[in-house]
């Protein structure tokens, strides 16, 4: 194996564990306890660690009480780092080394606490510095391999308009190697030169082809991977640029993990309710209940849900719901649109008049 091969594979397991500390962290109002990984050829073992002592000194004197041949040895800690502001913030910091090498990786993550407005990644992961080794030089290793990348299968879908959405499915045992994949596929997708014949609906789903043993992982990374993207200058860009709205969503064995809108008005992302598994009845009543919410009321809730509703119907190569033919509503955007402004300024006409009777009494 080349050195270059073995450096990749190094930046790949320090971000695994640099995201599962991010993942113990997010819902914890207490400091991450640091903990270690021990890889050999044959296992991987996580270790916590005495937050009373220092991670990488405590992780030396494991090691070298064990006699084992480890491979890798990564170490997670919390501390606090400066942001671009010079401002003092937490992050979780990784230290990884690889036993044939004389130089490691320090990578970090800086973040905004749970009971601190909400517990949110702050910028990108950073790379410190390439700490020299403080474990015994371990001959190289060939049988270790960089494990592959997720593969995607997608299929273009065209809706009434002829724009195209993607629905696609990818396989990986990783819950960080399909994250930061479903994050580059749908950044890559909306920065290419087809981009503006896309309709903003991308669904993911991700198969069981391989064992994932922490669902929760899977989860927390996906939801966070998703609202990067709606959140990226990228994304903000085709919104504007095209006048549509983008949703995500992703799937395990097409059972929903998370959905997420951002809309032209409104870079915000929520959890929509998941149609895949609707059938046409419930679909139908769905579309009759959201459409009459639209008419009380508009917001970007709403809104959402109308739209997924309509991009569910075209997916399925339906024309028309069965709740038209009985209550004979239009659903365009632009009724709906002028159905909004018109209800509003009825009511605006109302709340003068009265303020007018009241002043002259």
Known sequence: MSEN????????LATSVLNEGLYLRHNNDKRLVPFMVLKTKKERVLRPLDPDIDPLDQAQ??????RKKHTHIIIAHEASLNDENENRVDAIIVDAFDLSLKKGLQIAQRFNKKNAGGFKKIGQVSTLGTPTI???LQKSVREIKVDNKPHFNSEIKKDTKQLDSIQTELSHHSPSKISEAIKKFVLDKLSNTKSNSYNGLFEINITENATIKNMDLLEFLCTNAINEVLGSKTSNNWIKANNRNLIITCSY?????YQAMASKNELKSFKLSNYLNYNRSQLDHEFKSVLFDLKKTANIKSIAKFSRLKFEYNRRDIDKPLTLETINLKTDN????KKLIIGSTF??????????FKSVN
């Open 5 to 12: 091969s073995i450096n990749i594979n190094l930046s790949e």
């Open 61 to 66: 004197a494991i090691v070298n009480s064990l």
């Open 134 to 136: 403080i474990f015994e």
């Open 253 to 257: 064995d097409n059972s929903e993990l």
């Open 334 to 337: 632009v009724y709906v649109a």
């Open 347 to 356: 009511i605006l006409l109302v709340f003068l008049n009265w303020l007018f």
